[in-house]
């Protein structure tokens, strides 16, 4: 019987505040930026994931703050910060992420960039050479497509779009009257950086748009002095806000949110270091903000423009080794995925194995004249969608298909409803998910006429079906014909589409009716196991741990006596090795040259092992605000390798933090040996690629 730990777990001190910890997790990705043993680009990339967080944290979190302290509805968590406080916090924190961002940028990258021949470079730093070529183009592709935009009372200030790069001038001169201020917004169409190609070959010298902007402003304010030209963007609040139960058309509604997001209302501004103070006021006024809300930086506005780079640079020692992930086979002929997958279950473990077996699955179901039915969930997928590609192809050609899309998958709204619309073209039956809940779960289920009659297959994952992200995200999938997990993924699909009340499967927990009380269940069951003397563990890897009542359960069975390790790769409200209390929790974090994303739910069960796949973290949106999907590994053999793999991340002491005091994480110490988890997967793909090696993940082997 689960026991009653409102107050006895009730201390703010035993959680860590949800937004603190996520910069934290952003304070490691910048670790990578400065770790020297990375290469060159590759550091520059991990400085421009930084950015491209941070802006995703004050769009959404940090709005959402701000919100909730202008209505004074507060929504105090464990952690018992207000939204005032909260943001108050926040800011501090981030000034110092700021400050470090930018100090490995001008202090470490651009030397040593320099030193390999790639240079960032202001006009002043340009050869006569350069300097007339770039004076040309500006006069050529740049200058045509401005606007000089005065602010004064007859010119109001004008809406600039979210995160767009501007300038702002200060002018003066007689005839100026009221206007003082000029805005010039950067052109989003043109590229962020610019270069100039004769420099000769491996030499690369960049200058950024916007400062060839501010030294040509002076042609567009003819016969005004420019005091001055500072480059700034505004961050603005992307969160949608729909009411589904008075939507008549969800994906018209979204189209329409998708206009204004644009344009909500500011929650920060960055500008250049040496704008006056008394022009950054005079901004911060425009956008209603204070100084608060203001963030002066020596270097980029914008970091996210340098992605680019790492591709065009033809340095193949300053980038990661490349590597072609392995093609998952289990048996003769290789193309015949269902005989595959009747002969045995198969696990994938991206990215060092293909996802091209997911698109091949997908693919010869869309082909094959024995398949009857195609029914999938699309949560985030790439631009150019090779299973949006075959599912189309499957529903011209006669088949059944049926795809669940999540319109509201954060930042990919727009993706989403242009997939939706080209699927209905194409005749499949398109449907968006149960009101009020976001559609998460990973499923691919196939219907197959065959000699013994009517089969089943499927796949579940623990990540999106996108061909892009495969290559960079750490997942795992599986593809079963399991007569129960196939049913029970067919009951799913009846519950999205149709109109059903939330069904009892066997063998999948889904949110979010039965997940968290799994969850729950099954740390109850290791406390039982400890008090009676059994063995008793639990491993859990997870993007995210914020639930409440999950930690509370956690904190109990680590009194109990249960040894909990967990591989929690970004936000972390529980607090680990608090005496008393989670002595026995453990909680490390990996962050490398993929993301580690997989969800994972390991249990001892007295020495009945247990193995789970999720696409749930531990958060209460996952647990009951989504559809989302856990099932178990049931195959020994690959129960086995899951277990190899999760041993090998545990004693990663390379890239591998331990939460420490307060919310911060140190690297592991090194014992012995150097073990680079996400390195040694590497290195056992490229083993089993040479050796022609196709059924691994079938097997059971070492991995």
């Known amino acids: 019987m689960q026991e009653d730990t409102s107050s006895v777990f009730s ?89 470090d961002k930018y100090s490995v940028w001008s202090k470490e990258l651009v030397p040593a960039l320099e030193q390999s021949n790639i240079s960032f470079l202001s006009y002043e730093e340009l050869t006569k050479e350069e300097e007339q070529y770039y004076t040309k183009y500006f006069e050529e592709f740049i200058f045509p497509v401005l606007t000089p935009l005065a602010v004064d009372p007859s010119h109001p200030f004008p809406h600039l779009l979210n995160k767009s790069v501007n300038v702002a001038i200060e002018l003066e001169g007689n005839d100026l009257k009221n206007a003082h201020l000029g805005v010039v917004q950067v052109p989003r169409m043109l ?62 509604t979204i189209e329409h949110e998708l206009h204004n997001r644009s344009r909500g209302d500011a929650v920060r501004l960055e500008i250049q270091q040496d704008c006056p103070r008394h022009m950054a006021d005079q901004l911060l006024q425009m956008f209603n903000l204070t100084g608060d809300d203001l963030y002066q930086v020596e270097g980029p506005i914008s970091f996210l423009g340098l992605m680019p780079v790492i591709s065009e640079v033809d340095r193949p020692d300053l980038k990661f080794r490349p590597f072609v992930p392995v093609v998952v086979s289990a048996s003769a002929p290789p193309e ?122 499927l796949h579940l994952g623990t990540g999106n079906y996108n061909q892009v992200t495969a290559k960079l995200y750490e997942d795992f999938g599986l593809l079963t014909c399991d007569p129960e997990i196939t049913n029970d993924s067919a009951e799913l699909f009846n519950y999205l589409t149709g109109v059903s009340v939330f069904p009892g499967l066997k063998k999948i927990k889904a949110a979010p009716k039965a997940l968290h009380k799994f969850v729950l269940e099954m740390i109850e069951r290791e406390i039982d196991h400890a008090k009676n003397g059994k063995p008793a563990a639990i491993f859990g890897k997870v993007n995210a741990l ?124 090194w014992a012995g040996e150097r073990v680079d988890a996400q390195a040694l997967f590497l290195e056992q793909a490229f083993r089993d690629r040479h050796a022609g090696i196709r059924s691994r993940s079938t097997t059971g082997s070492d991995a």
């Open 191 to 252: 590229p962020h950086l610019l270069t100039y190609k004769a420099g000769g070959k491996g030499i690369y010298r960049y200058i950024f748009i916007g400062n060839l902007i501010q030294i040509h402003v002076g042609s567009l304010f003819r016969g005004v002095a420019v005091k001055g030209a500072y480059q700034f963007r505004v961050t603005r609040n992307s969160n949608l806000y729909l009411d589904e139960e008075e939507t008549d058309n969800l994906l018209k």
């Open 336 to 457: 015949d995925i269902f005989s595959q997958i009747r002969h045995k279950a198969i696990l994938l473990h991206h990215p060092y194995e293909s996802f091209q077996t997911v698109l091949d699955f997908i693919e010869q179901a869309a082909v094959d004249p024995d398949v009857l039915a195609i029914k999938q969930t699309l949560y985030r997928t790439s631009g150019h969608s090779q299973i949006v590609a075959s599912l189309a192809d499957a529903a011209q050609s006669g088949k059944q298909v049926t795809v669940v899309i999540e319109l509201k998958a954060r930042f990919d709204e727009a993706a989403n409803i242009n997939w939706a619309k080209t699927l209905q073209e194409a005749g499949a039956n398109v449907v968006y998910g149960i009101v009020g809940l976001k559609t998460h779960a990973k499923l691919a289920l196939v219907v197959r006429r065959e000699e013994d009659g009517i089969r089943r297959y």
């Open 546 to 669: 914020v639930d409440e009542e999950t930690i509370k359960a956690l904190y109990r069975a680590s009194q109990a006596g249960v040894m909990i390790n967990l591989l929690v790769r970004g936000i972390c409200c529980l607090r680990s090795k608090v005496p008393g209390v989670s002595e026995n929790i453990t909680v490390r974090s990996i962050v490398g040259r993929f993301l580690e994303h997989s969800r994972v739910y390991r249990f001892e069960n007295a020495g009945e092992l247990e193995v789970y796949l999720a696409s749930a973290d531990w958060m209460a949106r996952n647990f009951f605000r989504r559809v989302e999907t856990c099932f178990p590994v049931e195959d020994a053999g690959l129960r086995v390798r899951i277990e190899q793999i999760l041993n090998i991340s545990w004693k990663d002491n390379a890239k591998a933090r331990e939460q420490g005091q307060e919310p911060t994480y140190v690297r592991r110490v």
């Open 11 to 99: 201390d703010p001190a035993l959680y860590i505040n949800r937004e603190l910890s996520w910069l934290e997790f952003n304070q490691r990705v910048l670790e990578e930026a400065q770790d020297p043993g990375n290469p060159l680009l590759e550091r520059l990339k991990f400085l421009a994931i930084v950015g491209s967080n941070l802006d995703e944290f004050f769009e959404v979190r940090v709005a959402g703050l701000k919100q909730q302290r202008e209505s004074n509805v507060s929504e105090i968590g464990p952690d018992g910060m207000s939204p005032g406080e909260q943001l108050a916090a926040i800011s501090a924190r981030v000034r110092k992420l700021v400050n």
